[in-house]
């Protein structure tokens, strides 16, 4: 990923600031999260109509499916007959959802007929052991149907079980619908590649609105500060070897996300109680899918030497940080590397013609072999085209082995992770990348733990892209963990005013798109089965498509936070309501709904109960069959009853 610059917003002074922020529709007060206005609510997921997740019943098994399709109107219904024409008492429908889950928190089970019926809600991790979440076989309870909230890890089966032998001869028993509901994990680690914080080390920073009002004096809050106080856990550094201007190939000074200085920034992080992240670009300036340049100091070593060098520069670096107290969590060897990294003489093959530096020193940088791969070879049918491509894949490997054990042996605590894209429809591309790459790290005895992706909507397709590509990845290589290592979106469009979204991208560039498509990308990691993936970073939030204002005061500029940072700490639930109710009435008759609904702090064990203040019932409402809904109230939300009227005995 390159660099941007900052966009700032120019106020005359704090009077104007609290009109520019009135005027843009932030509410000023204690409860202002930022510039703009974001509504964030706690990421949730109905797992039940994904196409991941597949039903099995024990009778009508190929109208399973009618119970996860979302219309209510369709049925599975029992016949009280296995598919082999056997009798049978035990009538059952139960839905796999592809993988373990610790997120899953709310099951609702709809019912086709408001007839009571004896039935239980079952779950499982293994269909061997289940576990009963709401127990209505007493027949009189859950006519209509019911909410079972659980506090369980690893749940994968869910089952709606009738306990009467009687289903098996009354048609009327059946499911409409069942939901299964996802929430964020408490593992899943939700933080930022903040390696810019080098730069940003002595400017202050607004917390939010009232601060900005207030004209915070310096010394304020700083970046590292904010991102804390946000919600971020894990914050990444990118590390160059040499830092040099990407033009000219000049080093730098100060030397910018250079090893010394990340050290220091490695320590403020650690401090704040966050965990870290190393991401080794082996390169004197940005390496990316377009560019892989070896660093200035091992641009002329025979490539045995170079393989020498990943190893020696990577294990000190990581002893340096480890005699510091900073051991990282996690090292990304390479950064994005889809083409291979330490490009070589085989650049001139690839075409490449960035940085600058790179083509106007080939004689220096292009003179010996490197780590680039020879896309362009795949599937040729040319023996030497194809020798190429092997060739280029083994020193690729070779140079990613030394750097893994150098991680093994320096950091053995830290997971190693190897970080690569998917570009838009080049999924096939991708496998053969990790294909081919695993099975040569799986041989020398030198594999990564996580495998990682970045995801930019203009260049890696739309949210459900994405989610394909994780699902795809997780179940052709079981045995490793994923990450999205990199992921942003806009706020604000360039010029300004043309809230139009980005290419693949359903969200407007605005505050609360810049939310809504951020946490699109952390539902997309935490639904994946089996609670595979580890983590979401969103790159460089205080420069690239920027997470921040820049605002004015009659004291100078200074960054605040968008509404939209609080994606952090807001996506993640704190209670669980059961929000819907099933109710039945006799015509003629009064309704009951209850007093109390269940709610369910993740993490505390059995849900508990919360009073509702209901509606006032419509007059007539049960004069003649049907259905109509109620709304009430809750300390934790609202609560909508669906109430069916049936004819009176």
């Given amino acids: 990923m390159t660099h941007s610059t900052h ?374 049918t040319d023996p030497e085209e194809q020798r190429l491509y092997t060739e280029q894949w083994d020193r690729f490997a070779t140079l990613m082995a030394s750097g893994i054990d150098a991680v093994r042996e320096a950091s053995p605590e830290s997971e190693v992770e190897i970080h690569a894209i998917v570009d838009t429809g080049r999924l096939d591309k991708t496998m053969e990348f990790w294909t081919q790459l695993l099975t040569r790290l799986e041989a020398a005895d030198a594999t990564p733990d996580v495998l990682a992706l970045s995801y930019y909507p203009e260049w890696h397709g739309s949210p459900e892209e994405l989610e394909h590509n994780l699902h795809t990845i997780a179940d052709a290589f079981p045995d490793y963990a994923l990450d999205v290592a990199e992921t942003a979106y806009p706020a604000e469009s360039w010029p300004p005013g043309d809230p139009t979204p980005l290419p693949n991208s359903p969200f407007p560039v605005t505050v609360q798109g810049q939310a809504d498509a951020i946490q699109r990308v952390f539902q997309a990691a935490n639904d994946v089965p089996g609670n595979r993936v580890q983590g979401v970073l969103v790159w460089e939030p205080a420069n690239w498509q920027p997470m921040f204002t820049w605002v004015e005061t009659g004291s100078g500029w200074f960054p605040e936070a968008n509404a939209s940072l609080d994606v952090f700490h807001d996506s993640d639930v704190t209670h669980v309501l059961q929000d819907d109710v099933r109710a039945v009435a006799r015509t003629g008759d009064d309704v009951r709904l209850p007093r109390t609904v269940g709610v369910l702090s993740p993490g505390e064990g059995r849900p508990g109960r919360t009073a509702v203040d209901w509606q006032a019932v419509p007059d007539g409402a049960t004069a003649v069959p049907g259905t109509y809904t109620v709304t009430g109230t809750t300390e934790y939300g609202p609560v909508t009853a669906t109430v069916r009227v049936l004819p009176g005995r």
Avoid at 126 to 134: G, H, L, N, Y
């Fill in 7 to 380: 966009r700032r917003r120019a106020l005359a002074g704090s009077a104007a600031l609290a009109v520019a922020l009135t005027t843009a529709g932030l509410a000023i007060g204690p409860s202002a999260a930022g510039y703009g206005e974001a509504v964030i609510e706690p990421v949730e997921t109905d797992l039940a109509g994904k196409d991941w997740v597949t039903t099995h019943a024990t009778s009508n098994d190929a109208d399973s499916g009618r119970a996860t399709d979302g219309d209510e109107s369709t049925v599975w219904t029992p016949s009280g007959r296995t598919a082999h024409g056997k009798s049978t008492k035990d009538q059952a429908l139960t839905l796999d959802l592809g993988g373990a889950y610790d997120g899953l928190h709310k099951i609702e089970v709809v019912l086709a007929d408001a007839t009571p019926a004896r039935y239980v809600v079952e779950v499982s991790r293994d269909r061997k052991r289940w576990v009963t979440v709401a127990d209505h076989h007493d027949g009189r309870s859950g006519a209509a149907g019911t909410t079972a909230l659980l506090d369980r890890d690893g749940t994968r089966y869910v089952r709606v079980r009738f306990t009467d032998p009687a289903a098996a001869r009354d048609t009327r028993n059946g499911v409409a619908e069942v939901h299964a509901y996802n929430y964020l994990r408490d593992d899943l680690k939700l933080g930022a590649d903040l390696s810019y914080a080098d730069q940003e080390r002595d400017q202050p920073y607004y917390l939010d609105a009232e601060a900005a009002l207030a004209g915070e004096p310096d010394p304020g809050p700083r970046l590292l500060d904010v991102v804390e106080d946000r919600g971020m856990e894990h914050l990444r550094l990118r590390i160059w070897n040499d830092p040099r201007d990407e033009t000219t190939g000049v080093e730098t000074d100060p030397a910018y996300q250079g090893p010394e200085r990340s050290l220091t920034v490695a320590r403020e992080i650690v401090d704040r109680d966050m965990s870290l992240g190393i991401d080794f670009h082996y390169a004197d300036s940005w390496a990316d899918p377009s560019k892989q340049p070896k660093p200035r100091a091992w641009a002329e070593l025979p490539f045995d030497e170079l393989t020498g060098q990943v190893h020696d520069f990577t294990a000190d670096y990581l002893t340096q940080l480890r005699e510091q107290g900073t051991v990282p969590a996690k090292v990304a060897v390479g950064n994005e590397v889809i083409n291979g990294f330490l490009y070589g003489s085989e650049a001139r093959i690839i075409g490449t013609t960035a940085p600058q530096y790179f083509t106007d020193q080939a004689d220096v940088y292009q003179s010996q072999p490197g780590g680039g791969l020879l896309w362009d070879y795949w599937r040729s």
